[in-house]
C-alpha cells in the first residue's frame, strides 16, 4: 500500500506543470540603450523594449547586467541566454545568433566646439587623439579602417569629461550614447561638433549560437509585432532618441 501511494504521487508530481524558467538578458551596460540603476532593476530604452516582450510571451524576465566585455564572453559561452545590445558586424557575425535588430545608430566623430569648432573628418583623425569605450564598436572601426590606436575608456561618461577637458581631441561612439553621456557628465550639448559618420549599423539582441530556435522564433516574432503596432517606437521616444537620417 505504502509503495503504491508513493508511486502515484510521484506520478501526481510529474503531472504538474513546472513553473516558467524565467529568460535570461545579458545587458552590456551602455547607456542610454542600458542604464544601471542606483536601486532595483536596470533602465534603458532596450531593457524597456525586452520587458515589454517578455510580457507579451509570458515569460519571466531576469537581467544580468554586466561591462560589455564580459557581456561579449558571457554570451559566447552560456547556450540559453540573450544579449543586448550588440553591434552587428563582420567581424561579430559568426560568432552570435542575431535574433532581431531593436533600433539604428551612427557612429560619429565628435569634438568641442572650444577646440575643433570645425566638423571633423575620418582622415584628420591618426593625427590626434582620440577616445573610445573599450572593446566596443568605435574602437573597432578605428582599427580596422585606420589602424588607429585610440585612447580608450570604461565608461563613455569618462570620454565626455576628457573631451570636456581637452585631454582627447575627439571621440568616437554613437550619436546617442555621445548626448546621453555628454549630458550625465554635465555640459551642454551645444559644444559639441558633429563630424563624419564613421558608420551606420544596428544595435541588436543576439544570443549564443545554440539558442533554441523555437525560442528564437517566438522572440523574432514579437519584436516584430511590436515595430509594427508602434511599441518599439513609442519606448524609444521616451529616451530622446534621435534617428539617422538616411
Not at 47 to 62: D, W, Y
Request: aromatic share 8%; proline share 6%.
Amino acid at each position: 500500500m505504502r509503495t503504491s501511494c508513493l508511486f502515484f504521487t510521484a506520478l501526481l508530481l510529474m503531472l504538474i506543470p513546472s513553473a516558467t524558467q524565467a529568460i535570461v538578458l545579458v545587458a552590456a551596460e551602455l547607456p542610454p540603450y542600458v542604464i544601471r540603476a542606483k536601486q532595483g532593476n536596470p533602465s534603458g530604452m532596450v531593457i524597456e523594449i525586452m520587458e515589454e516582450a517578455a510580457r507579451r510571451l509570458g515569460e519571466p524576465l531576469t537581467v544580468e547586467l554586466m561591462p560589455l566585455a564580459r557581456a561579449l564572453t558571457e554570451t559566447n559561452h552560456r547556450q540559453d541566454v540573450l544579449f543586448v545590445p550588440p553591434v552587428r558586424s563582420a567581424r561579430r557575425e559568426h560568432l552570435y545568433d542575431w535574433i532581431a535588430p531593436l533600433l539604428e545608430e551612427d557612429f560619429v566623430i565628435v569634438t568641442d566646439r572650444r577646440h575643433h569648432p570645425v566638423p571633423l573628418k575620418v582622415r584628420e583623425l591618426p593625427a590626434l587623439r582620440v577616445g573610445t569605450l573599450r572593446y566596443s564598436f568605435g574602437e573597432t572601426l578605428l582599427r580596422q579602417r585606420l589602424n588607429l590606436a585610440s585612447q580608450t575608456v570604461a565608461t563613455e561618461v569618462l570620454n565626455a569629461h576628457k573631451l570636456h577637458r581637452g585631454r582627447i581631441n575627439a571621440w568616437v561612439a554613437a550619436w546617442n550614447t555621445i548626448l546621453y553621456n555628454q549630458q550625465l557628465g554635465g555640459y551642454d550639448e551645444a559644444r559639441l561638433v558633429r563630424g563624419e559618420t564613421l558608420m551606420s549599423t544596428s544595435l541588436f539582441v543576439a544570443a549564443n549560437k545554440a539558442f533554441p530556435a523555437e525560442q528564437k522564433r517566438r522572440w523574432q516574432a514579437t519584436l516584430a509585432r511590436m515595430r509594427a503596432d508602434g511599441s518599439l517606437a513609442r519606448i524609444i521616444k521616451q529616451y530622446h532618441y534621435q534617428a539617422p537620417v538616411r
